[in-house]
């Protein structure tokens, strides 16, 4: 994959999007000393973890050595309001943090869909994603 530069991968369910991630982040970081990011917006991270270990992955030890950041973002229709228009800073600064505690070169979102699908106006939100959010010093691949 392109060095520096964001790359969408896309395919349907049970495609392996969501294994190719873990396994880009691991390979970076057990391989190149590039630790990574792994936000999921529908797995939790013992599924994730679980379906990792066969591949013969220990997520849990590269996560105790600060290699990689795992993280489980979950957002209900039950747990908002519409109430105007939506704001992603929190879910920015969610990642820019993540990325600093790792030195993260690498971040993957993976099924990112999922949020947009549980709100009641995704259009709005789509289009208040800015091109690149805040990652301090670190550079995202």
Known sequence: ????????IS???GSGKTLFGLEFLVR????FDEPGVF???EESI????????SLGFDLD?????????????????????EAGEYDLEGLFIRIADAVERVGAKR???DTLEALFGELPNAGIVRSEI???FPTGSSKKD
Do not use: C, W, Y
Request: proline fraction near 9%; avoid cysteine; glycine fraction near 12%.
């Open 28 to 31: 970076g970081a057990t391989q």
């Open 61 to 81: 030890g590269l996560v105790v050595e600060k290699k990689l950041f795992v993280d489980h973002v979950s957002i209900t229709r039950s747990e908002f309001g």
């Open 39 to 41: 936000m999921s917006f």
């Open 11 to 13: 395919g349907g369910a």
């Open 1 to 8: 994959m392109p060095r520096g530069r964001p790359t969408l």
């Open 107 to 109: 971040v993957v979102l």
């Open 46 to 53: 013992p599924d994730l973890t679980k379906n990792v270990a």
């Open 130 to 132: 800015p091109p690149s």
